[in-house]
């Protein structure tokens, strides 16, 4: 089953384009295909102007290394204003047992 909520990129795990019914690109999969350009494999869901980035237990020790320059966080944060969101939270999610 997909998420909606989810760009199909990364339902795919391919970086293919993502575009949605009537050729629209959400503000989440924008942020998403930014983030995965930096090196940061993950799923991007909207709380409202909340961006919650979510990096799977698996993949997040690369990606918490290189979130931890300042310079990374901020080219986050820009990176989401630029699509609508105004803050950024950061899921480190563990795999289900």
Known sequence: M????????MQTGTDAPVVREGGRVTGADALARELMAMGVPCVVEARGTLAVVVVEADRYAGSATLLESLEARDRVLRAAREVGFTHVALELREEDN
Do not use: E, H, V
């Open 2 to 9: 997909t998420d909606p909520g989810m760009s199909s990129a």
